[in-house]
């Protein structure tokens, strides 16, 4: 790969930015929601929140009243609004993300929804501005594959999470290595592909980072591209113990 850390950033933040501005205005698509979210869950939600997600982490988060859930690479929003709804009063949303303009329609969407427990922040993954060890539970949709320095962001991750705490992603995974070409192809990145990593060193990755039990939750349609989608889990600790009858 011959592209730099800057280069793919400034593709993802236009490609992205535009998308952005266009949901905003009138013409964003609420296709992907429609697929990957119960209609239930979304219903009440205004169209101008849009989804760019390939999964649904809060499906598996077991979010509970009162805990502090840190999106990463929010978007327009949708997943710390329903976030925001399973922590209740109590609990609290911090949706982070390094694109002005998204930063804008998720800002406008919240208030849209009158909703006081969510916060978005302007900043990038791979350092947080986030304090150590303030989180019980990191979500993220379809963003980690973005970062050209994923080891930075599962680090960070371990950073802030509270002991115990909890990490629940819906992601990018390669079903085989990319060409040099592929990896090259920014549009291809800001698409989720080009870097997304292999199952195995996902995980591997992670555990580096000091994460104890890592795990697959499930694999989207595996098709002819070489990549899917999957949810993974992570736990700074060991995994909770599954209540009993
Ligand atoms: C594919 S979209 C997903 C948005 C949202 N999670 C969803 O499901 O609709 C990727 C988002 O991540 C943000 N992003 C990408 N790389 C980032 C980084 N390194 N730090 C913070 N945000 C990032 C982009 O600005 C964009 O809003």
Redesign the pocket.
């Known amino acids: 790969m011959t592209r730099t850390a800057d280069e793919i950033?400034g593709a993802?933040?236009e490609?992205?930015?535009e998308?952005?501005t266009k949901a905003a205005a009138c013409c964003g698509t609420t296709d992907?929601?429609d697929k990957?979210y119960l209609v239930d869950d979304v219903a009440d939600l205004p169209e101008t929140v849009?989804?760019?997600?390939?999964g649904n982490p809060t499906a598996i988060a077991g979010l509970r009243e009162g805990e502090t859930v840190l999106?990463?690479?929010?978007?327009?929003?949708?997943?710390c609004f329903l976030s925001a709804k399973a922590v209740g009063a109590t609990g609290r949303v911090i949706g982070?993300?390094?694109?002005q303009e998204?930063l804008d329609l998720a800002n406008a969407n919240r208030d849209k929804l009158g909703l006081t427990n969510v916060e978005f922040r302007k900043?990038?993954?791979?350092s947080m501005p986030i304090d150590e060890s303030t989180v019980d539970v990191i979500i993220?949709?379809?963003?980690i594959n973005?970062?050209?320095d994923k080891d930075a962001?599962f680090r960070e991750s371990h950073r802030v999470l509270k002991p115990g705490g909890r990490f629940h992603v819906?992601d990018v995974v390669l079903s085989r290595e990319l060409s040099d070409t592929e990896k090259d192809d920014l549009a291809l990145w800001a698409g989720?592909a080009s870097g997304a990593l292999l199952e195995s060193d996902y995980i591997a990755r992670l555990q580096a980072a000091g994460f104890g039990e890592v795990r697959v939750d499930s694999r989207g349609k595996i098709g002819e591209k070489p990549w899917y989608s999957a949810t993974l889990s992570a736990f700074n600790g060991d995994a909770p113990k599954a209540s009993c009858c």
Not at 50 to 54: E, K, Q, V
Not at 96 to 99: E, F, G, H, K, Q
Not at 140 to 143: A, F, L
Request: proline share 5%; with cysteine.
């Open positions: 950033k993802v933040k490609f992205y930015g998308r952005a992907y929601r990957l849009t989804s760019y997600g390939c999106d990463l690479g929010s978007g327009p929003g949708l997943d982070l993300d390094m694109t998204m900043g990038e993954m791979e993220s949709n379809c963003v973005l970062s050209p962001v819906s989720c």
